[in-house]
């Protein structure tokens, strides 16, 4: 299995297509990762319809993002129903998870504002309506791939792709 890094400002360009059609044509199952969340990004759902529509590849979000930029706080793991609060701290630097609690738990409601909590809610809600889970068998025929969001740079939500790619991704191939 092989990862694949998209920045979700800019979505998927040109280099990243090349490398995923070398996979497909090799049958290499892909997880993908969008990178650059405490950066502007574009909206989470357009993200994964861009991966569907460019890629002809089936999204399963793994984790949704807590806003993106400036107000980014973090993800939700929605196999573990837990959030993962990502914090700025002084001086620019930036600390692993915080905390991990529910998505209506109180810190959780504290560390975002009520627009980006009512948001997430709605898109989580939109994602468990259309049945976005994880298939096993569409992953390892390359007709899906997990996607996990966070900021390689300050080293949030890398961890959770590694235990879920550890997890999830099949064995080598004869």
């Not at 040109?14 to 993908?32: A, D, H, L, M, S």
């Not at 890629?55 to 129903?81: Q, T």
């Not at 997430?120 to 259309?130: H, I, K, T, Y």
């Not at 994880?134 to 390892?140: E, H, N, S, T």
Request: charged share 25%; proline share 8%; with cysteine.
């Amino acid at each position: 299995a092989a990862v694949m890094v998209i920045d979700a400002g800019k979505g998927i360009e040109t280099q990243t297509r090349k490398r995923f059609e070398v996979c497909r044509q090799r049958g290499v199952p892909i997880f993908t990762f969008m990178n650059k969340l405490d950066r502007p990004a574009r909206p989470p759902l357009e993200l994964l319809d861009e991966l569907e529509s460019v890629l002809g590849i089936h999204a399963l979000p793994m984790n949704w993002p807590l806003g993106d930029g400036v107000d980014f706080k973090g993800v939700y793991d929605r196999r573990e129903k837990s959030v993962h609060l990502f914090e700025r701290t002084p001086g620019g630097t930036y600390r692993a998870p915080v905390s991990v609690a529910g998505i209506d738990d109180e810190t959780v409601r504290r560390a975002l504002s009520p627009d980006v909590h009512q948001k997430v809610r709605d898109d989580l809600e939109l994602l468990e309506g259309a049945g976005a889970e994880f298939d096993f068998d569409a992953v390892r025929a390359g007709k899906a791939t997990p996607v996990f969001f966070g900021s390689a740079a300050n080293n949030f939500g890398v961890q959770l792709l590694l235990d879920n790619f550890l997890r999830l991704a099949p064995p080598p191939a004869p």
